[in-house]
């Protein structure tokens, strides 16, 4: 299946005009002929529990090939290795680029050892752990590979091509299931010594006893415990349990409407008042996780991403969620702090992860060279 997808992504790329947006294929990023590309050119590999993203991009950034896989999981990661490495080669070789890639970039969600390579215990891939993954695929693909966890990759995205491109520091908050991050300062990825850095969602906000517990990992008093997609999920139920009164109220027998958090993002926009307070009180305890973080790093731009952006920019609900997260931050911090700091949402939506780790790469090779850039 995948020859037949990538000849359609590689027609795509040698035939022009490029067709409008309107016309572009679902999920796929806008393609660059190899012939107005900026060599050298980079691989960028995005593992996720159900699909695997593959891009080839050049050294502005711009992507000259993608191609999307199924993870499946239970087959195990060599296997999945090897049908990477086969739709990467088929790429170059119909595009004739082989020489002009420098290095791969590779994300995978953690936990993982960066150091030696390994992916540890990713709860989303459990036939994988203890995989050598970043040697695996190095070797079949003959190129050094740099390794990442996929929220600094996706973080990595922003702050090359995306919404943190103006700063020279940004920290990146995912939000989903749990509460992810990513943090660069001066351009340089902060990965830590147990290559933990950017686990935001892991942060004390509430140290009382009575504190909620993490629903994806058990911490009590956690970000992720507040402000993650679970947790909205778990303050709302709780409330309509309560009595609360909802539009929502239907929804508790679960089944096929299941209580999720875009079903009280809908909620909101047709203004129940409940729903609209659960965001609110989400935007609250993210403006309180944002001061530590910006009292702790000073990075100058916070870019909120992942799936739960209640609408984004181009919707009311968002634009209030983000306001509400502002006004939080404002109230919390020093003027020239709060002056000096940008809240904005993601613009790279699912293109950050395997951008990023290319961008990474290309960062790694620079330094090799002893170029900054």
Not at 51 to 58: E, P, Q
Not at 71 to 83: L, V
Not at 117 to 127: D, E, H, K, N, R
Not at 220 to 243: C, D, F, I, K, N
Request: net charge negative.
């Amino acid at each position: 299946m995948w020859q037949f997808e990538c000849f359609l992504i590689l027609q795509r790329i040698t035939k022009e005009p490029q067709p409008s947006l309107d016309c572009q294929m679902p999920n796929t990023p806008i393609i660059t002929a190899t012939a107005a590309a900026s060599p050298p050119f980079f691989w960028g590999i995005d593992i996720g529990g159900t699909s695997m993203k593959i891009g080839l991009v050049d050294d502005e950034g711009e992507t000259l090939a993608f191609e999307q896989l199924p993870t499946r999981e239970s087959e195990g990661p060599t296997a999945a290795m090897q049908r990477i490495a086969a739709v990467i080669q088929d790429i170059e070789g119909q595009l004739g680029v082989s020489d002009q890639v420098r290095r791969v970039g590779l994300g995978a969600p953690g936990p993982m050892d960066l150091v030696t390579g390994y992916l540890v215990a990713p709860p989303q891939l459990p036939s994988w752990w203890d995989f050598p993954i970043r040697d695996t695929i190095g070797k079949m693909l003959e190129r050094p590979v740099s390794f990442l966890n996929d929220a600094n990759a996706a973080a990595y995205g922003e702050f090359w091509r995306g919404s943190g491109k103006e700063h020279s520091s940004m920290l990146l908050l995912t939000l989903g299931t749990g509460v992810g991050g990513g943090i660069i300062i001066d351009g340089e990825m902060v990965n830590g010594a147990n290559s933990f850095a950017g686990e935001c969602g892991h942060v004390i906000i509430d140290s009382s006893p009575t504190a909620r517990l993490c629903v994806w990992g058990g911490g009590r008093g956690q970000l992720e415990a507040y402000a993650s997609a679970s947790a909205v999920v778990q303050r709302t139920r709780q409330r309509l349990t309560e009595g609360a009164k909802s539009s929502l109220s239907g929804l508790l027998g679960g089944g096929d409407s299941e209580l999720t958090a875009k079903r009280v993002y809908e909620a909101a926009q047709n203004g129940d008042s409940l729903a609209l307070e659960i965001i609110d009180e989400t935007a609250r305890w993210l403006g309180i996780g944002i001061t530590t973080f910006v009292h702790t790093l000073d990075p100058g731009s916070v870019v909120l991403g992942g799936a739960m952006n209640f609408g984004g920019a181009d919707c009311s609900i968002g634009q209030r969620f983000l306001s509400k997260i502002s006004a939080e931050f404002r109230s919390r911090t020093f003027e020239n702090v709060f002056e000096g700091t940008t809240i904005t949402f993601a613009s790279l939506a699912g293109d950050a992860g395997y951008l990023g780790v290319a961008g990474y790469a290309r960062r790694q090779y620079n330094k090799e060279l002893g170029v900054k850039k």
